[in-house]
């Protein structure tokens, strides 16, 4: 029985498991979840993921995988080859405390049901923009060291990992909400490499299935 | 040369770190970061750690490892035993996601950082207060169902994981924001459970040297 991704198309949590599944050459079927119509909250969704964000990854046998982080790690660990964690231990730390910038101190405090909430709270569209701009900031500048003593090519050595799943889909949302990304040479410049890798690539927003044009 | 833990006493994320630290039975010196004095913000606690968070954990030769969960990650890989992931995959796939919910989900909504700039943004006392009850709500409502089902006594089996780590703290946080536990049975059940636990015990805020008087 094949693996099933619950994904949305512009959402970096899902877009960072593409890129480990890409990466670890999984094949699987792809069911799109439209975030703007609120699928996401509604029961048929709430059966997959009681918690109602993407992404879930259905492995058969009733067996649902959550949240972004723990399936990759579930990923390096079910398919070790090719590794996206390094193989000394501090590396590994490296690793997954970028990983965890993203994933922690920025995406969470800007996605669709931070947004929704604020703007009930009577923050109007331009406040809720500068929002998400300030914690991209924010979450880039403690990132920029780290790439730029990291990289060599990727945004951690030579080879992508963990931290790539997480970086590339976060400066595409950097993109989309209009940062502006000179401040961070090192960080364009591993994601400028990433984006040619055919996984990463494969995994983009435009490449998927319920992709809008833009 | 031994460790250094930076650290604030009612913070969430070294609270983790405490706690993992304690059930590893590594010993460290303890360097309290004033959160209310905004010392985490300046240049002394910034060369520690750019990113001006806490915790960071200093382990010696220049090495400083950041990010809750990346420390916790690194300290199960440095420290195996006792074990604070479980053997099989898919188990440990769930502790992760458990602790996901929190780390990603849950706190960063609600840390230091994010409450100043909604103040700043003209949200009121009880707004903020509002808004971090509602994030604490989601987290824990998605988490209930499944520490009912995996719980034998910790929040995952019948000894302390990561999501022990994770969930100790925010349940603290929980209470310190008056949020009332009543509708998470399992919840309440499993952090009972760990405060009884000597390690969980020792690292808790108000055992703390920077702990304040209530």
Not at 72 to 90: M, T
Not at 187 to 210: E, K, L, M, T, Y
Request: charged share 20%; glycine share 8%; with cysteine.
């Amino acid at each position: 029985m094949g693996f099933v991704l619950h994904s949305a198309w512009r959402a970096t949590a899902p877009y960072r498991v593409r890129i480990g599944l890409a990466l670890k050459g999984v094949t699987y079927d792809y069911a799109a979840v439209d975030l703007l119509k609120g699928e996401q909250r509604e029961p048929a969704y709430r059966a997959v993921n009681p918690q109602g964000l993407t992404p879930a990854l259905d492995i058969g046998g009733g067996r649902v995988l959550t949240q972004s982080l723990a399936i990759l790690e579930w990923l390096e660990e079910a398919y070790p080859e090719p590794a996206i964690l390094p193989v000394d231990a501090l590396d590994r730390a490296a690793v997954r405390a970028m990983a965890g910038i993203i994933a922690c101190d920025v995406h969470p405090l800007n996605n669709t049901r931070v947004g929704r909430q604020l703007n009930k709270m009577g923050i109007d569209q331009a406040g809720i923009l500068a929002w998400t701009q300030l914690w991209i900031t924010e979450g880039f500048d403690a990132l920029e060291p780290m790439v730029a003593r990291h990289s060599r090519g990727f945004a951690f050595g030579d080879t992508p990992t963990l931290a790539d799943c997480c970086l590339v889909p976060q400066v595409y949302s950097a993109n989309r909400y209009q940062v502006d990304l000179a401040p961070w040479p090192a960080i364009r410049a591993a994601v400028g490499h990433a984006a040619r890798h055919p996984a990463i690539a494969a995994a983009h927003p435009h490449n998927q299935p319920d992709a809008k044009p833009a």
